[in-house]
């Protein structure tokens, strides 16, 4: 391809980004603003980024020689099976770093806590974010108190960021048709396991969250794929279908997923069914979704396998239609996997 | 002084500070713990920095080669004369890098919204943000927005991460016995604008927040004074009285301030008289104070009342008693001006 037709290619992709911005035009905010799919979308695109002149949409940011993300949790409740939300907020912010090819190297810690918050469960949160940095290898560099009265932030809501260094292995790029969709394990389980812990449902299972820092995987995955290793998204809130759907948009391909291959716990399966809930729209805390060249596919694949035997490849990346995500059904279907509307699953994170 | 001798003194003063460290007892969060008085000192000191293992309890921290600073904001109400939280999000943040020394580079932004929150409330603070962060020279890097169902967070709550480049004419150092403390302006309009805008009260008055960047007089103090320039605080939260505490303890000194010397507006010790608040520990959101050797001081101050003429010395660093700080006041006497007990003005920023 010539530099011309290359740079009308680019100018046509921007026109067409352009014109797909969508506008926000609700009159007052709603829980699906907050659930990370269409209507979260609508807000950042359509409001957030044309007034603050954001032209990268991804989860971290440049400030000079680092990367910056930031993140806030208000997970109800404050404890489930397998974490709680202070090791939620700083595995977060430490997978938000890895996926964008940053080793993380601090964070900040912004607490509004509320009054008549038992101390007791404030020192748990307080160990459980000591623990979950020293783990992640992080250094908790400065923090913020706030305190609100009585009735407001269920306890407390926190707000971390972090700061990481650019690794230099990671030459994140668009996708290309042919690239492979690997995926780090098993899908489904943080959300289901909050779910099940609030109650709400006359459903038990044993079902515990997979909140964990993701840059052992992600460092793994440099060594063996380096610069074919295109993209990574960590699938949080939404899912692995709205990691999907958003890189689809900015991207501009298509992707196919085999829905056979994307590996599900039989517990998550059963109880996502009783919930009316498709697995892939549930929110993981410690899964990744990889894209990468096919011709280090498999090694990439290999080295997620050393961490997670579940890890598997589950699609590729095709060129028609583009911005969609197409799902082949266990039965030989197709149908389109749909960015999430609404929230079904509120205050997952 | 031999080089051991001074080790000697530095190793009690270590020893001073570790017996000093205050326990964290209280069995439930108050509003209190976040006033910015003795109770958020000794859940800082008591709790949050032996977990962490924080060293350095400064607003802002190292991360690489950058300065970090992290603040959450829950005024009440939105918007009040003179600023907004959006407003107040972005130089609170600003302002921390910058009397750190730093050169306030970027921002992040995460919002915690309120399910119900009107739009155009939100798109007016999403304004005086974007507003703020180009008058303030700082680019918003990256962003977070989770929901909250209806009754929670009253609007909004918003939670912003500074990121900035160490300025090489800064050295700042612990303060000295005979250094010069001066005010870049007149203190307490902050806190009485937000209370007078609850309507708590039968009084009205033009007062107005003072909330804007105080990098332009930190660059001017560091060209003034450069080496000679020991420390810069905001004074926030719990108001001139809570930094200068703050500081006496941190280099076990002790500060005698000249009350008739503090510049204050006739409006706002009006309205502090009236709510029984003295308006050393009312919050302020564009003032600093500055601790100057003496030989520096002139040109320092010269260089604060270029940018507000009402800038002034108020005092001086001594010897005894550490620790303490010491009014002499307008009629002659002198009284210990103490920490913070409690919260007379809760959700001031």
Redesign the interface.
């Known amino acids: 391809m010539s530099v011309s037709s290359r740079e009308e290619r680019i100018l046509g992709i921007i026109e067409t980004a352009r014109a797909k911005r969508p506008r926000?035009k609700?009159?007052?905010?709603?829980?699906?603003?907050?659930?990370g799919g269409k209507a979260?979308q609508t807000?950042?695109e359509g409001?957030?980024a044309p007034?603050?002149?954001?032209t990268d949409l991804?989860?971290?940011?440049?400030?000079?020689?680092?990367l910056?993300?930031?993140?806030?949790?208000?997970v109800k409740p404050l404890r489930f099976p397998g974490g709680s939300i202070g090791e939620l907020a700083v595995n977060g912010t430490v997978n938000d770093l890895a996926v964008a090819g940053a080793r993380p190297?601090?964070i900040?810690?912004?607490?509004?806590?509320?009054?008549?918050?038992?101390?007791?469960v404030?020192?748990a949160e307080?160990?459980a974010?000591?623990t979950a940095?020293r783990a992640a290898e992080v250094?908790?560099?400065?923090?913020?108190?706030?305190?609100?009265?009585r009735?407001?932030?269920?306890g407390m809501?926190l707000?971390t960021?972090g700061?990481g260094?650019p690794d230099p292995r990671a030459q994140l790029t668009r996708l290309r048709p042919g690239d492979r969709i690997l995926l780090s394990g098993s899908i489904g389980e943080h959300g289901t396991a909050i779910m099940l812990a609030r109650g709400e449902f006359e459903l038990e299972a044993d079902v515990a969250s997979d909140t964990k820092s993701l840059w052992p995987t992600v460092d793994a995955l440099l060594d063996a794929a380096g610069p074919h290793l295109r993209a990574m998204r960590d699938a949080t809130r939404g899912g692995v279908a709205s990691v999907l759907n958003e890189l689809a948009r900015a991207s501009q391909v298509a992707m196919v997923v085999d829905e056979r291959s994307v590996p599900v716990d039989p517990v998550v399966a059963g109880a996502a069914e009783i919930l009316g809930i498709d697995p892939m729209y549930v929110a993981n805390e410690g899964k990744l979704v990889a894209f990468v060249a096919p011709e280090q596919a498999d090694q990439a694949l290999a080295a997620m396998r050393a961490i997670d035997p579940r890890a598997a490849e589950i699609g590729e990346v095709r060129t028609d239609p583009p911005a969609m995500v197409l799902v082949e059904t266990a039965f030989g279907g197709r149908r389109v996997m749909d960015q999430l509307v609404g929230?079904p699953l509120?205050?997952i994170c």
């Open positions: 926000f609700d009159t007052a905010i709603t829980m699906a603003h907050g659930a979260t807000l950042i409001l957030f007034a603050f002149g954001m991804d989860d971290a940011g440049a400030a000079g020689d680092v910056v993300t930031t993140d806030s949790f208000v190297l601090a900040t810690l912004a607490m509004i806590l509320e009054e008549g918050l038992s101390s007791d404030l020192r307080v160990e974010i000591a940095a250094e908790i560099v400065t923090g913020d108190t706030k305190v609100v009265e009735g407001h932030a269920d809501y707000a960021t700061v260094v929230d509120p205050r």
